[in-house]
């Protein structure tokens, strides 16, 4: 006797399946590879930031030294001390400019800030400059009184983060 064959025939496979596996793969691994160069500039822009948030605050602190400086009750000879200039005998550049900075490295006060007590620390540099006197805004209008001078100095200050790569330049005058 002879009974009927009760296994299936062989079905031809075409793989439809393997190509839209693959297909989702290659589509998850572009999403994967934007979110992670995405996430990455991210990271950069974040760093940077914190960068010239220190070089701000680096200038800030320094800039707070220079006046304490200032405050003393004797300045010390403008002519004979790095970083101290005089409008006349020793004039100071335009402190604008980073090339004046740069020039001059070793002819300035330095100032230097551990921001997170982790042991990096931030520097600074500080020139100061006698300005011309100007007329006190105390003082009174009358022709004949001799209107009171009042000495004025800048404080210029370029501070950097913690890399050394990002810097500020800040300026403040002062009435002594």
């Known amino acids: 006797m002879s009974t009927p064959s009760t296994i299936p025939r062989a079905r031809r496979q075409r793989g439809s399946v393997l190509m839209v596996a693959l297909m989702i793969l290659i589509v998850l691994t572009l999403l994967v590879l934007a979110a992670t160069r995405g996430s990455t500039l991210m990271e950069r822009l974040v760093g940077n930031s914190r960068q010239l948030d220190q070089a701000f605050q680096t200038a800030e602190a320094a800039l707070r030294q ?43 006060l330095a100032y230097s800030i551990d921001h997170d007590g982790d042991g990096a620390v931030a520097q600074a540099q500080i020139a100061i400059e006698e300005l011309p006197p ?23 200050v370029r501070g950097y983060g913690e890399r050394g790569d990002t810097f500020v330049i800040l300026q403040t005058t002062y009435r002594r």
Request: net charge negative.
């Open 66 to 108: 220079g006046e304490g400086l200032l405050d003393q009750p004797e300045l010390p000879n403008i002519l004979d001390t790095a970083g101290w200039y005089h409008h006349n005998d020793k004039p100071a550049p335009d402190w604008n400019t980073p090339a004046a900075w740069d020039a001059a490295a070793n002819g300035k």
């Open 134 to 156: 100007v007329p006190d805004p105390g003082g009174g209008l009358n022709p004949t009184e001799q209107p009171q001078e009042s000495t004025v100095y800048r404080v210029s």
